[in-house]
């Protein structure tokens, strides 16, 4: 019996473990300070009201025999996938109900979505870029190439017609640089995919976070992209379900590969696979996208975005570069006087009592780089960005 | 850029579909016919009072910030997996909490498994069988090789020495047959499992139906069985879980194969591809284990088994060779006077208005076999009884 031994080529991660010891060495040591954390990745404020009501209404439900529900469709409840539909509507695209699959989060089905390619394929990833991409098709046994950010493309790589992939990841905005591609860099990528017979992976976990109404949304604002690209979206961030596990995948009819229906394999893996999404749980979805989810979770998303802001005015301010932080909840700064990542940890750590998040952890590209999130207490962000303007200290880029 | 090419194999499953179909033809050629469904797998009776009760309070939670859960351990929150521990405990079977993933049904899990797994191993599948472990292997482009159930061996398959495989499906008590292995024939799989380097992945769904002490409901209570297998758990049918999802999967310590430690690997790739299950829904399995919950579920599985005995009265009454009903909910009978699977389905559909599984669904030695189900509505199988009675009938085996 042979166990899969690409296991074997995959890298511990130490990055959030590392940071965890050096903030708990501190703690121990300086038990009074009053420790900052800007590093999260994980919400903060609690369900929106109306989500609360709908579970509630869903698990008393559960409780009665008329009223219970056992299996439900491996996609998703009709209910759900109608107001993500009309959600899309809204963003003047057309995708319909059987085109969505309703997932516990975009996280699954980035990985799982692997299972319908050949390992033979080429994948092309940014750097820096959230780890899961790579650990999945590590653990496929997959070639990687590797597409670097950096501040001369505003970490936002557009495609080299002289490399050939097969499968392409783009996260817009971006997760760790909190970038944002505009419509005519998406068509670029549109444009490559189709002409090479590739697919893009597009996590649009973000999307709720853009203000500017000329970025694009969803890459099917772009002409071509039903043909080349499938969309993950996820209501962790958008309304706060990181413990409440809901998102969507989008599977166009129109894309097709090696001759067959992408939507349809899709279809066949995850009725074999999974077992669908738990019914309490996609009421609290189908509420998100009521008129009064709706703006419920636009308060939340200004309250991080406002954080956001007192967070960019200050480096604004020290003259620091950084890119993020106006259509994502994710600051991607440039450590000042040249210090590495990890350097900068340390000494924003123990001169200041902030915790953030070194860029070398995402990646060569991000060696240099530091990223905060805006995720956190008001209060917290305000007192941090005091301890900040301390410093005497200039990032040029 | 190349599909998974294995997709290609997978045999469309009309099963549930041409049931489907004929039920539907005959409802609108006599609408006013009572059709008594005995072929469905999914359960009936609402969830127990202490878990909708626990599940309220966790909806409760999510709505206020200081009881506001985000992202929760991979492998399930720490007050689940040690009541899931104290199950083993009174079943004699020492599991540690960290021996335990929290799944979101075993679906789910006994799919993804096959991740750890190298592509060129042999895999052995009893027939008939639950179709998602053969679909899995066939996507995996892996070899099949089938083990027959048949009267000779009441449908328990035993090991053979001439055979040599690396992965061995096992679910017992078993769906579709409901029979149930003892000690011996576990003890035998065991010890071939060892002998072979092998993985036994035992499906453990419907362990909370056995009544008869003496036989195993969980395959840790076989000696060596934590250095060959993985048990897959879940509350789908013990607690009426399947609109619920939440079930556990448990990777003992000693399980090592190529070198590797499974429960290291496991939670490598749970880390990377899954994000939990809800924190609500962790809160409901958990109101499960407690004295409260035990009995509230013991109630309703003694519901179904009552249904069982009902079904099984009539089935010895007329002569009609089965299995299963008295440690499962699932009856498998052997259809009178040698009729084909949808003979008798058709039979039973047009002159008694019962819907049951062609047993032909689950593989070729279910053909001439038949499943009914105990899920159902204690009058509607009180009334298929009575309609079933009235067959001039015998089946023989």
Redesign the interface.
């Known amino acids: ?5 690409n ?2 080529n ?1 890298k511990d991660s130490y990055l959030f473990a590392r940071v965890s010891e050096k903030v708990k060495a501190l703690k121990e040591k300086e038990a009074d300070k009053k420790i900052i954390s800007l590093g999260i990745g ?6 929106p ?1 109306t989500v ?1 009501s709908a ?2 209404t869903a ?2 439900e ?4 008329n009223t ?5 469709d491996y996609e998703g409840y009709d209910f759900l996938r109608q107001e993500i539909s009309s959600y899309y509507t809204a963003k003047n695209v057309d995708i319909a109900a059987n085109e969505i699959f309703v997932n ?2 975009a ?2 089905d980035l ?2 979505i692997l ?4 390992a ?2 080429t994948v092309l990833i940014p750097d820096p870029v959230y780890p ?1 991409y790579v ?2 098709n590590i ?1 496929a046994g997959r070639k990687i190439i590797y597409m670097d950010g950096n501040c001369e493309n505003g970490f936002l790589p557009l495609p080299c017609e002289n490399i050939k992939a ?2 392409i990841y783009l996260c817009s905005p971006n997760n760790p640089t909190g970038a944002v591609y505009n419509n005519e860099q998406l068509s670029l990528w549109v444009d490559y995919a189709i002409k ?4 893009i992976l597009f996590d649009s976990a973000y999307e709720a976070f853009i203000n500017d109404k000329s970025l694009p949304s969803s890459i099917y604002q772009i002409k071509g992209a039903k043909e080349c690209a499938i969309e993950f979206c996820s209501l962790s961030k958008t309304a ?1 379900f ?4 809901c998102g969507y995948t989008v599977v166009p009819h129109e894309l097709r ?2 001759g ?1 229906q ?1 939507n349809e ?1 899709w279809y ?2 995850q009725s ?10 996609q009421r609290g979805a189908e509420a998100v996208f009521s008129d009064e989810g709706l703006l419920e979770i636009k308060e939340n998303i200004s309250y991080y975005m406002e954080n956001a802001r007192i967070i960019t005015d200050t480096l604004t301010k020290l003259d620091i570069w950084f890119t993020g932080g106006d259509n994502s909840p994710y600051i991607w700064l440039k450590c000042p006087n040249g210090m590495s990542s990890w350097d900068f940890f340390d000494y924003l750590l123990l001169q200041a009592g902030i915790v953030g998040t070194p860029g070398s952890g995402f990646g060569k590209s991000g060696e240099g780089f530091f990223r905060l999130t805006a995720f956190g207490n008001r209060e917290d962000v305000i007192l941090a960005m005091r301890r900040f303007n301390d410093f005497d200290s200039q990032g040029n880029c």
Do not use: C, E, W
């Open positions: 019996m042979n166990t899969n031994t296991y074997q995959l994980d919400v903060t404020l609690p369900l009201k609360v579970m509630q698990v008393s559960m409780g009665h025999a219970f529900r056992g299996y439900g516990d989060g996280k699954s990985g799982n299972d319908l390619f050949s033979d394929n899961v650990d999945t653990m097969d499968i090479n017979d590739a697919v706060g990181t413990g409440v596990r590969r090696g067959q992408i394999m066949r893996r074999t696979k999974f077992n669908g999404v738990p019914y309490i749980i």
